[in-house]
């Protein structure tokens, strides 16, 4: 039993296996896998191994291995200002990850079966929200929850541009799945144990692509009322933001424009370049195997030929090649949040402020 890529000390750097691996290959998907950090939304006493390219699971609570979530992220190809359903929203952390891509003017929704799993998202959503500096770097589309079965969902719902189930889907309801999507609108599911990437590219019109071999665990079946009628799912409508909202929204991104404007300038002043570091190999595994955890299966993409050239221990240190000071002496100063520091600093009244920030703890 094994991974795709090697275990991470910290987010960062299962993040920089990711990429060495080429799982995560665009820039917004680095950024939004970066700005959450996978261990928050592992329960404390399993957060050891948070950082390994393993599912988890425990109880009705279960995280996707890091190489299906980056290559689930990759397929769907998401742009700010799209409509996204996940199916099987579990945890929460994909869709939180999607948000930070959508923006303001995106559209999140998701389905989970199990009432105890939608509150730990929701308990994970409002963590994030309160307390990350990363929420303060983005424009999020928060996303919204509603329990139920994914296979229930009411005729009359709207389509959407994006679409990702999280559990293996019968041939039998292919059409069902493909019928959620808008026109030019990408659907990606496990699919006859491959994950699937299908297109929409007219009325009737689909293209298919087969990314990854992978076995999930199946979808449940409805359990249909003594009536032997369905209990429909209806999903949140879209909802039109507030001329109050907006006004935050333009506030924050007009700032955010100032505070670049500001660091361009202090870079064009003849101020030092910070020190260049070398780029950091990554030890990598080749994997030709399957990996079973609980139900769900995954193989990983074998490694190109050309691997077998590097030497899979060889690692380098990122060390800054103008200085030569020792590890013990370089202490990271901690993050500034520029975004913050400029509202509180408006002379404006508190209560507008705290508005500003969505009311975030510091």
Not at 14 to 31: F, G, S
Not at 305 to 331: G, Q, V, Y
């Amino acid at each position: 039993m094994g991974g795709a890529v090697s275990a991470g000390e910290d987010n960062d750097e299962l993040i920089d296996n990711l990429k060495e691996a080429q799982y995560i290959r665009t820039e917004l998907v680095e950024q939004a896998f970066r700005a959450i950090d996978r261990a928050d939304y592992y329960l404390e006493e399993f957060k050891d191994n948070a950082y390994k390219d393993l599912a988890w699971k425990h109880g009705n609570i279960h995280l996707s291995a890091p190489c299906i979530y980056s290559e689930v992220m990759e397929a769907l190809d998401l742009q700010p200002g799209l409509s996204f359903l996940n199916l099987g929203s579990g945890t929460g952390y994909l869709s939180s990850m999607v948000g930070l891509i959508l923006g303001p003017f995106g559209v999140n929704h998701g389905v989970e079966l199990h009432s105890d799993v939608i509150e730990y998202a929701k308990q994970k959503l409002d963590f994030f929200i309160k307390t990350s500096d990363s929420f303060d770097k983005f424009e999020f589309c928060e996303p919204s929850f509603v329990i139920g079965n994914c296979l229930e969902i009411s005729p009359d719902c709207t389509q959407y541009d994006r679409v990702y189930c999280g559990a293996g889907v019968q041939k039998e309801h292919e059409d069902y799945m493909k019928n959620l999507l808008k026109v030019g609108g990408i659907l990606v599911m496990p699919l006859e144990e491959k994950l699937t990437k299908i297109t929409r590219t007219g009325p009737s019109a689909w293209e298919t692509k087969k990314i990854l071999a992978v076995s999930f665990a199946p979808l449940i079946q409805p359990n249909h009322t003594e009536s032997g009628k369905s209990r429909l799912v209806h999903l949140p409508p879209v909802a039109v933001r507030s001329l109050q909202d907006l006004a935050r929204i333009a506030i924050r991104g007009t700032i955010k424009k100032i505070i670049h404007q500001e660091a361009m300038s202090k870079a064009g002043n003849g101020l030092k370049n910070p020190p260049r570091f070398k780029r950091r190999r990554v030890r990598r595994r080749r994997m030709e195997t399957i990996v079973f955890l609980d139900k769900e299966v995954f193989a990983s993409r074998i490694s190109n030929p050309s691997d077998d050239n590097n030497n899979s221990e060889d690692m380098e240190d990122e060390r800054p090649e103008e200085e030569d000071t020792k590890p013990s002496e370089l202490k990271p100063d901690p993050p500034v949040n520029f975004l913050r520091e400029k509202v509180l600093s408006l002379p404006l009244p508190d209560p507008l402020k705290y508005y500003l920030l969505y009311y975030r703890e510091k």
